[in-house]
């Protein structure tokens, strides 16, 4: 898994991915789902009166629909999920981001 956190390195890695995956993962669904539930129902018709297909209903209707639903589950996904990477790491880590800022202080 390519995370984000890729530049923090020892015994505090699983849980900086751990954090980082469920939290964009949890954001981009709830936005998804909520997303594909107010698609127009208009432009559902449109599809069927051009007598689209399901892929290409969701090719050609649902997706770019749903584009900007989805980019904005991905800008608040990751910016929670870099804060509980954070907080995960304060918590939990012995080397990482979080622990150098706590021992910053």
Known sequence: MGSAVSFVVGDSGNIENCAHFTW????VYLNLSVAMRHVDPKLLEVGRLYRL?????????ILPAVLPEYIVGLRSGLGLAWMFVVAAELLG?????????????
Do not use: D, E
């Not at 297909?53 to 209707?61: A, H």
């Not at 880590?93 to 202080?105: D, E, F, N, Q, V």
């Open 53 to 61: 297909n399901s892929y290409q209903m969701v090719r050609r209707l």
């Open 93 to 105: 880590a012995s080397s990482g981001l979080g622990i150098s800022w706590s021992m910053a202080r």
């Open 24 to 27: 964009r993962v949890f954001f």
